[in-house]
């Protein structure tokens, strides 16, 4: 199998725990924010955004808080899933008008059944 | 409706030799993009085009790597001559105009030996 954990942080919850998935961001200045979830053999895909105007943001099980004092963001998974089982980017905008997407490193997120 | 289409799924080639990937972005988006994610870590923008037209093309090695997106559709991306640190897997993804919102396909798997 692949070896993509190796140099990942990496999170192990049990079936049914919250998952808590957390990302530091440098540029002050950055007004969007959006969370990717990458299963092992597939391109990323849009979990939830939120804009800086906004504190928390709340999706279908999935909630998003950002805390623009200490440029943090975290990606709450509630009842976590097997199939939840992934990668987890943080993204940021490179510059403003072009949609230029900035990705961190990732967390990958193991969930025993 | 269609996701994003990239073919090879997988490619393996021997360092100096000339290889090249092709994306399907979905019917309508404006915006695609180029990424290339090496092990372990985040998607990294190679080239992002609006249409047919190159908006950021500041990572994309130029003296090995060219990509085109001549009737606003379909898009390529080469690389001539291969080098080992170009192992990695090269994501197309797509969106609608000017959105942060990508759709990414599964990638092209890239080994250079």
């Known amino acids: 199998g692949e070896s993509v954990g190796l140099h990942l942080p990496t999170l192990s919850v049990q079936e049914g725990d919250n998952s808590i998935i957390n990302c530091a961001y440098s540029n002050s200045a950055s007004d969007y924010f959006i969370w990717y979830k990458q299963e092992s053999g597939k391109g990323p895909q849009f979990i939830i955004d939120?804009?800086?105007?906004?504190d928390k943001r709340q999706g279908q099980r999935v909630t998003v808080l950002l805390n623009k004092t200490v440029k943090h963001l975290s990606l709450q998974i509630a009842a976590t899933q097997p199939g939840d089982s992934a990668v987890y980017f943080c993204?940021?905008?490179?510059?403003?008008?072009?949609?230029?997407?900035?990705f961190g490193k990732g967390t990958m997120l193991l969930v025993s059944p | 409706e269609a996701g994003v289409a990239q073919s090879p799924r997988y490619k393996i080639i021997e360092k100096r030799q000339s290889v090249a990937f092709w994306c399907n972005p979905i019917s309508g988006h404006a915006t695609l993009y180029w990424y290339q994610q090496i092990l372990g870590q985040g998607p990294k923008l190679l080239i992002q085009f609006q249409n047919n037209g190159v908006v950021d093309d500041s990572q994309l090695p130029k003296d090995r790597f060219s990509a085109e997106r001549l009737k606003g559709v379909d898009s390529t991306l080469k690389i001539q001559p291969a080098k080992l640190e170009d192992s990695a897997v090269y994501l197309c993804?797509?969106?609608?105009?000017?959105?942060?919102?990508?759709?990414f396909g599964p990638g092209t798997r890239l080994t250079v030996t």
């Open positions: 993804a797509s969106a609608v105009s000017r959105s942060y919102e990508q759709y």
């Open positions: 939120i804009r800086s105007n906004m």
């Open positions: 993204a940021e905008p490179k510059d403003s008008g072009y949609s230029t997407l900035t």
